[in-house]
């Protein structure tokens, strides 16, 4: 994680340094980090505030974890939001479920970090991944579910498995975002802040899923 260069408040200035802009840093350095390796003090550090600043104003490394994450997701479950209600006119699930592939993979890409902490505190499960799991993903699970078994029952995509879906969009559609330094060994980097090209590769991909999912006459 980069610190700040010319400019940055000194360590005794923390009232520049708004509250959404500390949990967004931490959010990252916990991504990069993990929970266990991620330093409060280096992360005052880096963003040039006191040591004694988030202690203050958030509380405890756990807290900090808890707040940062909380703030992640709920932009990410409120573009998903947005998506549905963009769609309340749509009566065709397949094309809901189809924009809110699109939208996730697009919110994911804004903030990476969301992608990468599923990862780290899936391999080893405890509170923080519970947390993750009952707050953020298990209702996009349940929504996805109903939607896939609709479509399911009416023959029209070879798979109700919601479960398969996620990991399309996360570790398929997600890959390139949560992994870019490979994603740029395999020529498949993707630039977070280019609004243009994370729409290419959420369309590009979104494409990909659904002709393996829906079922033709021809298949």
Known sequence: ?????????????????????????????FAERGYEATSVRELARALGVSHNLIPQRIGSKQQLWFRAVDR??????????????EQEDEADDMARL???????VEA?????????????EAIAPGPRFDHIWTEYIDPVRAFGDDLLRRLHNEGRVRSDSVGLMYFLM????????ALPGLA???????????????RRHALEVT?????????????
Do not use: K
């Not at 804004?110 to 990468?116: F, G, T, Y």
């Open 1 to 29: 994680m980069s610190t700040r260069g010319r400019g940055r408040p000194s360590a005794d200035d923390s009232t520049t340094l708004s509250t959404d802009a500390l949990l967004d840093a931490a959010l990252d350095m």
């Open 72 to 85: 992640g997701f709920q932009a990410l479950a409120i573009a998903l939001v947005q998506v549905l209600t």
């Open 98 to 104: 189809r924009a809110l592939v699109v939208r996730f």
């Open 108 to 120: 994911n890409a804004a903030r990476p970090a969301l992608l990468r902490i599923v990862n780290q």
């Open 170 to 177: 996360t570790h398929g559609a997600g890959g390139p975002l």
């Open 184 to 198: 740029a060994r395999l020529g498949n980097a993707v630039d977070p802040t280019d609004a243009g090209a994370v």
């Open 207 to 219: 494409e990909l899923i659904f002709r393996g999912l829906i079922l033709t006459s021809d298949n």
